[in-house]
Each structure stands twice: as structure tokens, then as C-alpha cells.
């Protein structure tokens, strides 16, 4: 569908500059839209919401429909499973019309782990997330940990989207907040003590974990010791507890190595020990059991083994091999208890939960079990599992057609118990739904799986609207998971594929390295693969294309956009990296650094030639596109929100086409959108009103 002839949209004004390196110049004439606090850069930013609100008006009662549609599948009020942590039961609930969850917990009324003590117990809030957000536009909580008594929450939150934490203490014996207050916070850990209380601060300029400090409850901030701080620039820190709860344990990590150091918990002024010096593209993680260190470490093979080692000689030359290196199969964490420990692979692209129980002190591989999974494509993780000394497992399991849900895994009986299955009202039927697993062949040969689902009532080869989502970056495993939102679309009769190109994890860490660095563009032509593929098997409509990415996602959103604008129809694309080269060419910003491993340094010449060959913003040119919806927030820390401005700016000047080219920037989230449960399901709604409006899909 064409713009309305009587709407015009915003023109941003050409201000020329460029920079030359290594041969080459770079023309960049919207780069005064950097400006976040000029006028003039607010006023294009409103103009383009007011130009995105005047073009979409047409669908304001769809939006409305959707809305009410996405908003009748969810259970307003309801409530987790709670879980066990020492003397007390944990659990967060929702309220019909609030947006936020409410985080509490009951005494336990009884020795028996299993055993929730229901109205036995009664309720204590410890902490309601819709009351932090009273008169607050944003709202999120990051960290959020008890002490070890049970006296104590620390918990972090952001008020403003840009993912700057605020520490506090709270009393939870009398609701009342300590005098502790730490800004720009990451980790934060209790020692055993219940009132040594660990955190790490980011640096002011690049957003980078960087520091660890040691603070007691009730002195000054001025009198916190520095524990540690990390002088690498690729690298971020981290710290927790062990499963439990020996140890605490500090992780520098880059995007390709690691290195851990750990103290007693319960001594907290004492010396950290080193575990093994970082070295490059090599990684480890450690968690504890009855003196063993268990690590997950790649020092034989990209997909990881798992070796143990006496606490008392922790480095590598004492490590005892577990579980070996496969190639077929990821190790992609261990989940480690005192008497059985759960290996957590993928294999294929999909997950597999393996059990094995314990004999004495070694890991009985013989007697090992896995975890059946029924359907051809779904979603399986280790749940909150907090008790150590336990014969129980619980996980989570959802799929395309199949609800979130929680069960219990029985160690010694091998049988697992449904706990709870997110409940869908609004008359959702899951024997409607088919979900299929497929593999495209990419031009170098390699099968690139492919998750679908559909309705099968609504499906006729070759006719359907087909919606493809993407994201392949970071070694992320895109997941299957189950979204009631999705519905909206579904039994509209769409078709929704989700493509596990190279550069996720889907397949292990080659899978990964195949798609990133200097292999970057196979994410670009095995997304374009997908799409053909579909099309040519029928899965949809040729002239009814939509695809969707967000952030890594958004780049690709922009890179195929660029070489193959003719097999889409629709474009949602969310947070977007597109200005790769300005972005990567900035050490000041926030990430730049760290992401040399993800997407290379373009200080060096070979890599400046090969990120130029796909980065988005600089291989615009003048020909047709197609539709496109961008979306970004001004508060953004991670993609900032002139990277788009700028994007839809130079499409907008070049582009020669009449399609639609929308532009809305949240004025008051971050990365996420909108923090609110109800605020985010009104944008969600635009972006359906949107592809339905483009694909001609009758509401």
C-alpha cells in the first residue's frame, strides 16, 4: 500500500561530512543527528512519531482489535510456581490492569522441601514493581537478592530505559530502606556474613562493568574496598554465588574469553584465588561441589568439555576430564547439585537435558538419562532450581503451539510432573497449531534448520502470508518459544518462520564463528536463503513477504534489506545497528570495544573493507525498497537512537520507491521498548496493524 498523497513526511536537512581511512572515504550527512540534546534533533524526532502516527491513523481500530485480542490470551492475574529457598518460598504474581509483576514469598511451615505452605503461611511482599513505578514512565529491576537470613533484599532498578542501575537495601523484616544507595550497579552478591555485600560499577563512559567493590551495611561509600578492576576494555565483570553457596565468584568475560576468581563466602576480607589466567578464544565456568571445582571450559574443542579439579589446585594442569568434547553437540551449561548434575547440550539446533546421577564423587555417565521432548521444535531450560541438596530437577519447556510450562524432574524415578502451564484464555486451542522443522541448503552446501508454526485450518500452500524472523549474532540460540501474541497473526493465517542462521549458537560455536568477523555476510545470505526456501515450498505467498529483527537482528534487517529488497514485502525492524562503521569507528561509545570479537576492528584495514561491504547505513542507494517500520528508543544504551534516525534519513533521501517508510522513537524506554506489560502490548499492536496493512491482509 503506497503513503497517503495527503501526508508528507519529515526531511531531514543534508549536512555534509567525511571521514577518510585507510583509502576510503566515508560520507556521512546526517551525523548532526547525534545531537540528543539540540532542538532541532528532538523536533525531526517528533516530526517523524507525528508523520508514523498520521500514516498509520488508518488502523487505529485494528491496533485497537489487536490489542484487545493480545490482552484477552493473557491470564491478568495469576502467579509463578513458587519455588524453595531455605526457610522461605518465593514467588512474583500479576494483578489484573497492573503492569508490573509483584515479587513475594511465605514461610516454610515444614522441613519438606516439596511442600508450599499455601494459605498455611501468609503473604510477604517483598517487593512490589508497580509502586517503584508510580509516576515513572520506566521501570526495570535488575538485580534482586536476599541475604543469606532472609532479612535482606538488595535489588537494583532503572527508571529511565538507558540500563543505569540504582542499588538500594531494603528491611524486609520492617519494609524500610537502608541508607545504602550505589549508581550505575551490575552484580550485586551477599556474603555469608548477611551484611558484606559485593557489587560491580560500570565506567561512566562506555557502559563496561569494570569495578568490584566490598561494602558493609552501614558505613560509608567512601570506606568500600575495591576488590578488583578490570583494565582490559573487552572485557565486563560479574560475580556470584556457587549453587551452594561456598563460594563467590568473579568473572572478567569478553565476547571469546574468561577467567574466574573465587573467595569462601563465608570469609569475606580474605584473598581471592585465580582459577586460570585468560588467554585468547579460550572460555570457562565454574560452579562447585564437596571440594571439586566443576568447569565447562573450550580448551579442547569450540563446543566445550567438562573437567573437575580440587579447589586446592585449581589450574588447568590439574583439570580431570568428565564429559569430553563432541563435535556434534554443544555443552551449553552444567547445572551442578550434591547428587546428580544436569548437562545442558544442543544438538542440531535443539536442547537436550541429560541426568547423571552421582557415584561418591564421580559422575555415573552409565546410568545417565535424558529427558524426552515430544515435539519436532521447541524450547528446554534448567528452571529455578536453588536447593543444593535435592533429588528433584525442575525445567522449563515451551514450544511454538505448546504453553510455557513448568515441571519436576524425579532423579530416582526418572518421571517428570507438569507444575504449572501458562494458561492462555480467550478460547486457544493448541491442536489448531502445527509446528514443522525444516533445513534450508545454503550455496556452500550447509543446512540451515528452520522453525514454522501455523494454523493448520488457514494453511494453503503457496497462498499464505509469511512472516520470517531473524537474528543470528552473538552466538545466540534463537529460541522456539511460545508467544499468545502471536496468535493475533496466526489465526489471521499467517505462516511464522524462525530462521537459526549462522552467527547464533544454534548449531555450537562454529556455528557462531561461520557467522561472524570476517564470515559475517553468511548471516545476511542464509537469512535470504530461508526466504526463498519458504517461498519455494510453499510456505507462502511470494508477493506476502514480512521479516523481523531487533538490535544484531535490526543489522540484518538492514543488510538484506540492501541486497535483496525484491523478495520482501515488509520490514520490522527494532533497535537497529545499522551504522556499523561510525558505530565501530567510535571507541568513546558504549560497546564499541568489546564488540571488535563480534564484528571486527575496522582500524584494521582488512576488516574496514569487509564491514563496509554489509553495513547498512553506508550501502543504501537509489532504487526500490520495501516497506519498512523502524522503532527505536531515545533512551537506548546499547543502539543508540541515532543509528536509525539516521538509516531511515539517507532511505527516505534515496530510496525511489512509494512504499511506506515509518519512523517512531519511544521518547522514554531503552533497548526493550516499553517496561509496562500493557504499554509493550500497544506497540506490539502497531507493528501487527502494520504488517497486516502491508501484506493486505484482511483484518
Not at 66 to 90: A, C, G, N, Q
Not at 146 to 152: F, K
Not at 386 to 394: G, L, S
Not at 497 to 522: P, Q, T, V
Request: hydrophobic share 35%.
Amino acid at each position: 500500500m503506497s503513503n497517503r498523497t495527503d501526508l508528507k513526511p519529515p526531511v531531514a536537512a543534508i549536512r555534509h561530512t567525511e571521514t577518510t581511512l585507510h583509502g576510503t572515504t566515508l560520507v556521512d550527512d546526517y551525523a548532526w543527528l547525534r545531537e540528543k540534546d539540540s532542538p532541532e534533533v528532538i523536533a525531526y524526532l517528533e516530526a517523524e512519531n507525528a508523520w508514523t502516527a498520521a500514516n498509520l491513523e488508518p488502523t487505529a481500530e485494528l491496533q485497537k482489535t489487536l490489542y484487545r485480542e493480545m490482552v484477552s490470551h493473557i491470564k491478568e492475574t495469576d502467579v509463578s510456581v513458587p519455588f524453595r529457598d531455605d526457610h522461605w518460598w518465593y514467588y512474583s504474581r500479576t494483578e489484573q490492569g497492573a503492569q508490573y509483576p509483584i515479587y513475594c514469598r511465605k514461610a516454610a511451615v515444614t522441613d519438606d522441601l516439596d511442600r508450599f505452605p499455601g494459605d498455611a503461611a501468609p503473604e510477604e511482599i517483598v517487593l512490589d514493581i508497580n509502586e517503584l513505578a508510580k509516576h515513572e514512565s520506566y521501570m526495570a529491576v535488575s538485580a534482586l537478592n536476599v541475604s543469606d537470613d532472609g532479612n535482606l533484599l538488595a535489588y537494583s532498578i532503572d527508571n529511565k530505559g538507558f540500563r543505569q542501575y540504582t542499588l538500594q537495601v531494603k528491611d524486609l523484616r520492617t519494609g524500610q530502606l537502608l541508607g545504602e544507595r550505589v549508581e550505575r550497579v551490575g552484580s550485586v552478591v551477599w556474603a555469608a556474613d548477611n551484611r558484606t555485600l559485593y557489587y560491580t560499577v560500570e565506567d561512566e563512559q562506555q557502559k563496561r562493568q569494570f569495578q568490584f567493590f566490598r561494602h558493609t551495611l552501614g558505613t560509608p561509600h567512601s570506606e568500600d574496598v575495591l576488590v578488583y578492576e578490570e583494565k582490559d576494555e573487552r572485557f565486563n565483570i560479574g560475580a556470584g554465588r556457587t549453587r551452594d553457596g561456598v563460594y563467590t565468584v568473579l568473572e572478567s568475560s569478553s565476547h571469546t574469553a574468561t577467567e574466574n576468581r573465587f573467595l569462601r563466602s563465608d570469609d569475606p576480607a580474605g584473598t581471592w584465588q585465580l582459577i586460570e589466567p585468560r588467554r585468547d578464544d579460550f572460555e570457562y565456568y565454574i560452579d562447585h561441589r564437596h571440594g571439586l571445582f566443576y568447569i565447562r571450559a573450550n580448551d579442547t574443542g569450540r563446543n566445550f568439555r567438562l573437567v573437575t579439579t580440587s579447589v586446592d589446585t585449581p589450574s588447568s594442569e590439574h583439570w580431570k576430564e568428565v564429559l569430553p568434547h563432541r563435535e556434534e553437540s554443544m555443552l551449553e551449561e552444567i547445572d551442578l547439585f550434591a547428587s546428580f548434575l544436569v548437562s545442558c547440550e544442543r544438538t542440531l539446533g535443539l536442547p537436550h537435558l541429560r541426568i547423571l546421577p552421582f557415584t561418591g564423587e564421580n559422575a555415573d555417565l552409565g546410568a545417565a538419562k535424558e529427558i524426552p521432548f515430544p515435539e519436532p521444535t521447541y524450547s528446554a531450560h534448567p528452571h529455578i532450581n536453588r536447593n543444593f541438596e535435592t533429588h528433584k530437577f525442575r525445567y522449563g519447556y515451551q514450544s511454538l503451539v505448546t504453553p510455557s510450562s513448568v515441571y519436576e524432574y524425579d532423579v530416582a524415578s526418572g518421571e517428570s510432573v507438569l507444575l504449572k502451564q501458562l494458561d492462555v484464555p480467550g478460547g486457544f486451542d493448541r491442536t489448531l497449531y502445527r509446528s514443522e522443522r525444516l533445513f534450508a541448503t545454503a550455496s556452500d552446501g550447509v543446512k540451515v534448520p528452520v522453525s514454522l508454526v501455523y494454523r493448520a485450518d488457514r494453511f494453503q500452500r503457496g497462498t499464505n502470508p509469511l512472516y520470517i524472523y531473524g537474528y543470528g549474532s552473538y552466538g545466540y540460540s534463537l529460541p522456539n518459544n511460545f508467544s499468545s501474541n502471536r496468535l493475533s497473526l496466526l489465526d489471521r493465517g499467517f505462516v511464522m518462520a524462525y530462521a537459526h542462521i549462522r552467527g547464533g549458537g544454534d548449531l555450537g560455536k562454529k556455528w557462531h564463528d561461520d557467522g561472524r568477523l570476517m564470515e559475517k555476510r553468511n548471516t545476511f545470505t542464509d537469512f535470504i536463503t530461508v526466504t526463498e526456501f519458504l517461498v519455494a515450498e510453499g510456505y507462502g505467498d511470494a508477493k506476502k513477504v514480512a521479516i523481523e529483527g531487533g538490535s544484531a537482528g535490526g543489522l540484518l534487517m538492514g543488510a538484506v534489506s540492501n541486497l535483496r529488497p525484491d523478495i520482501f514485502r515488509a520490514v520490522l525492524s527494532h533497535v537497529p545497528f545499522v551504522d556499523v562503521m561510525n558505530t565501530m569507528l567510535d571507541a568513546s561509545l558504549p560497546l564499541t570495544v568489546p564488540e571488535y570479537e563480534e564484528w571486527g576492528n575496522p582500524n584494521e584495514p582488512e576488516a574496514f573493507r569487509y564491514m563496509l561491504s554489509y553495513s547498512p547505513y553506508d550501502n543504501v542507494e537509489a532504487k526500490a525498497y520495501p516497506a519498512m517500520l523502524v522503532k527505536t528508543s531515545l533512551r537506548d544504551s546499547q543502539v543508540m537512537y541515532w543509528e536509525p534516525a539516521k538509516y531511515v534519513a539517507k532511505l527516505r533521501a534515496l530510496k525511489t520507491d512509494d512504499n511506506a517508510l515509518l519512523f517512531h522513537t519511544n521518547m522514554t524506554a531503552g533497548h526493550s521498548g516499553a517496561s509496562g506489560r500493557y504499554d509493550y502490548l500497544e506497540e506490539i499492536a502497531m507493528d501487527y496493524a502494520f504488517l497486516l496493512r502491508e501484506l493486505g491482509v484482511e483484518n
